[in-house]
């Protein structure tokens, strides 16, 4: 997980978060602690998932849940880059709306 | 006659069994969507293929059936027993105009127009002159279909799709499957058309188990699969999960029943299921009202006798579906394994098998005579080579027989219908029960012994059953039953026809037969062979002759018809408990294993299934006709005397321990030489009144050999021992 980073990013209160791993099952528990920790730090965030190489059913469902969170509590979550297989899961739940983001891939992925 | 004319003409046939079988199951109440499926399909592959080979007239005929079955499958017509029967009459029909085609007719004499004239209008008055202009072609059948939905108005939804919704189980992600898998294996069998993740369940991050599953799914799916298909997909995740699915066209109070049952809120579903295009905002508005003032209504009346309320009945019909899915997806099984058997099957002339026996036969004969020769010759190398030869073409022979081995199955399914026919005509109640349908047996045999069959079932329904009255008096259960067995029984097969009816009538049979003068008053018979009096010739004890039997010839055509099978049939029965008929047939006409004994210098097989066992015959039972094998007594026949052969006694002598028809019998002969494949080649016409030479083949060596016919002798030695006994008891 140590591969994730957050960096801040123009604006002082938007940080910007990277993530790098899979989105499996295999890492769900110390992805939710990470993104957790994200939503109760920042009072806006970024994520970036174009480098997400695979991601599965609990990875879609963490992301929905930091953005539930996120809106109950009046921040703001937007994901900010897909990779091909985010993009693609997500396109296959239809769940695009839910998150509100335009579905960015990388040029170099498409 | 063309080949695909040939090709259709056996097809529509296969068509025409299983359209009746499913028929038939309907009436008996079987309410399986599939089953009526399978109907419609069959009729729509007759007019499908009648279409290709340019017989019009099957055409024309079929698109009217088809029609019906369309109409019963849109729930617009309900199965009644009067629609079954004339849909049924409509088979026949076809299947006249499928002799029509095999004669190379392609027009119908006016004889058989009219009758398929009468029995088409017949059909349409079931339709309710819906279909006045029904002779079209097939490509407006699905567009009728659409029309008839649409002035349904708002009972049905506009919805093509099934909707599926789901919420999986909190484990299934930790057992390793994916909700993600488990629909994109369900494309495998549609499209999906629009879809909702529904992430209403998951909870408080803290309260988060980020491995358990919290998503539900709402799926509009696009697709020809019948609800048992698509149950399967989630058969994987299907513990601890919310499956419901609807199919195409339902009603909206279903949808609305489904909103209920789901977990989320209502409006939210209801936003939901309009959104994924399975209901439009209108039916659903509607429905909501409708609901609404139906409860309203029943509060108003409180206390009153509470009216049944549709969702009541809904949650009802919800208790049954396991069931009813259970039994959905095993018929669904069996379909898609028969399918996969289809496709390994390959149609080929009966002839050319003929061809591939015979010279099988030819085989076995000349590999004996070359074992023969290798084992004078003395050469171990080639002793051992021929013995190799032998087991292959032992192997040859087993796999070239099971060619031409085929179920039971078909020929007793026919009989479904007869009984069904029947039972209406006469005005009683009968069940049919089979059982052993896959027991296998010789092609030639099966096709044999369809009509003693038929006979004997009807007997069984005829003189059998009592009428219904007489059974409850007597404290039956209404409806009659009437069994046909089959299975293997020591390399014969076994069929028997039950009935629990009346049994037969002991003393009278014996006074008819008195008075036919096939026995005399004094002698005396067991109960056995008393029922057994009733397959001499000429003999009926029913009071009245009826359409269906009682005319006295039959039971003697019956045995006739068995043994020239080289069977037997025999009868039990008990009066008021019911009769049994057994037929006992070989498995196969052209080869078996025998086991060669030699009187003097002449050769006889026995078939080796039939041997029990072998030992030498003891000086003290030399002058007697039984001998004592354990304790049972064991009566035999000594073939030198019965076929009169030789004439010294060798000093010793050997018994073949054979066992036919159920019982015991011992045949003595000089030398057993031990086992023997054999060709059975028949024995000529002048031959035919022999008793006890079942046949003859040729031995290695060129001789001849002749085949025993083991149940003739066995119930020789019997007879004749129990004669001796009755005379012997007589005097004292």
């Known amino acids: ?101 335009p579905l960015v891939i990388p040029a170099s992925a498409a | 006659m063309e080949e695909i004319l040939s ?28 089953t009526l499926n399978g109907v419609f399909r069959a009729a729509h592959t007759i007019k499908g293929g009648s279409g290709v080979v340019e017989l019009t007239m099957i055409e024309k005929f079929t698109h009217v059936v088809e029609n019906a079955l369309d109409k019963l499958r849109n729930n617009e017509i309900s199965v009644s027993d009067d629609l079954i029967s004339a849909i049924l009459n409509c088979c026949d029909h076809l299947n006249a105009l499928l002799d029509l085609a095999q004669n190379e007719q392609t027009e119908a004499d006016p004889a058989t127009q009219l009758k398929g004239d009468t029995l088409a209008n017949q059909l349409r008055g079931f339709l309710g002159g819906a279909v006045a202009s029904s002779a079209g072609a097939s490509a407006s059948a699905p567009a009728e279909s659409t029309a008839s939905v649409e002035s349904e108005g708002g009972g049905k939804t506009m919805n093509d799709c099934w909707h599926i919704s789901v919420r999986f189980s909190r484990e299934c992600m930790k057992n390793g499957m994916d909700p993600e898998a488990v629909l994109r294996y369900l494309l495998s069998l549609g499209e999906i058309v629009h879809i909702t993740t529904i992430s209403d369940a998951l909870p408080d991050p803290d309260d988060m188990d980020p491995e358990s599953c919290y998503l539900g799914f709402e799926i509009n799916f696009r697709s020809h699969a019948d609800k048992a298909a698509i149950e399967r997909v989630f058969d994987f995740v299907r513990e601890g999960s919310e499956l419901h699915i609807l199919p195409p066209y339902s009603k909206v109070t279903d949808y609305l029943d489904l909103i209920a049952h789901l977990p989320e809120e209502t409006m939210r579903l209801g936003e939901i299921l309009v959104k994924s295009g399975a209901l439009t905002q209108e039916e659903l508005d509607d429905g909501l009202a409708r609901q609404q003032a139906g409860s309203a209504a029943a509060a108003k009346i409180e206390g009153g006798p509470a009216a049944p309320q549709l969702g009541d009945i809904l949650v009802g019909q919800q208790m049954v579906q396991p069931e009813i899915v259970e039994a959905a997806v095993t018929k669904q099984k069996q379909i898609s394994e028969k399918k996969a058997d289809e496709a390994r099957l390959i149609r080929i002339h009966a002839d050319k098998l003929d061809q591939l026996i015979d010279l099988v036969g030819e085989l076995v004969i000349a590999g004996a005579s070359a074992n023969l020769l290798a084992q004078k010759s003395g050469q171990t190398a080639l002793v051992e080579t021929t013995s190799v030869l032998s087991r292959l073409v032992e192997s040859i022979r087993d796999s070239a027989l099971q060619l031409r081995m085929v179920q039971i199955g078909e020929t007793f399914n026919r009989f479904n219908r007869v009984v069904r026919d029947t039972a209406k005509e006469i005005g009683k109640e009968i069940e049919l029960v089979i059982t052993g349908a896959d027991t296998e ?59 629990d009816g009346a049994g037969l009538p002991k003393e009278k049979i014996r006074k008819k037969a008195v008075e036919k003068g096939i026995i005399s008053d004094s002698q005396a018979l067991s109960d056995q062979e008393i029922a057994n009096l009733i397959f001499e010739a000429g003999f009926s004890t029913a009071d009245k002759v009826t359409n269906l039997s009682g005319r006295g010839v039959g039971m003697d055509v019956v045995r006739r018809n068995i043994q020239a099978l080289r069977g037997t049939v025999e009868v039990n029965s008990e009066e008021n408990v019911g009769s049994r008929f057994v037929i006992r047939l070989p498995l196969t006409l052209a080869i078996i294993d025998g086991f060669l004994v030699g009187v003097e210098k002449s050769s006889f097989v026995i078939p080796l299934e039939m041997v029990v066992e072998c030992m030498e015959l003891s000086a003290t039972s030399i002058d007697r006709n039984y001998l004592n094998l354990r304790g049972e007594v064991l009566p035999f026949v000594r073939l030198r005397e019965l076929f009169e052969v030789g004439t010294e006694k060798p000093p010793r002598e050997n018994v073949v321990v054979v066992k036919a028809g159920g019982r015991k019998a011992g045949i003595v002969v000089d030398v057993l030489q031990g086992e023997f494949q054999t060709v059975i080649k028949p024995l000529g016409g002048l031959f035919r009144h022999l008793r006890g030479i079942a046949g003859s083949t040729i031995l290695g060596s060129g001789e001849v050999a002749l085949i025993l016919d083991v149940q003739t002798l066995a119930s020789l030695a019997a007879t004749a021992e129990e004669r001796t006994l009755a005379v012997a008891g007589g005097r004292n």
């Open chain 2, 7 to 34: 090709v259709f003409i056996q097809e529509a046939r296969e068509q025409l069994t299983e359209m009746e079988a499913g028929l038939m199951r309907m009436e008996q109440g079987d309410h399986d969507p599939e």
């Open chain 2, 441 to 499: 047996l010789d092609k030639s045999v099966v096709e044999k012994i369809g009509d003693p069959l038929m006979h004997l079932v009807r007997n069984a329904m005829d003189h059998g059953l009592e009428p219904t009255a007489t059974r409850i008096a007597k404290g039956k259960p209404a409806a009659g039953r009437v069994e046909l067995n089959a299975f293997h029984d020591s390399g014969s097969i076994v069929i028997e026809v039950v009935d």
């Open chain 1, 1 to 101: 997980m140590s591969k994730a980073e957050s960096k801040t990013a123009g604006k002082a209160q938007v940080s910007r978060v990277a993530i790098a791993d899979d989105l499996t099952i295999y890492h769900a528990a110390a992805l939710k602690d990470q993104l957790m920790g994200h939503v109760k730090q920042h009072p806006a965030i970024e994520l970036d998932l174009s480098a997400v190489a695979d991601i599965d059913t609990s990875g879609i469902q963490l992301l929905m849940l930091a953005k539930r969170e996120c809106q109950k509590q009046g921040k703001i979550l937007s994901i900010v880059a897909h990779s091909p297989s985010v993009h693609e899961l997500m396109d296959f739940y239809n769940i695009a709306g839910f998150f509100g983001d």
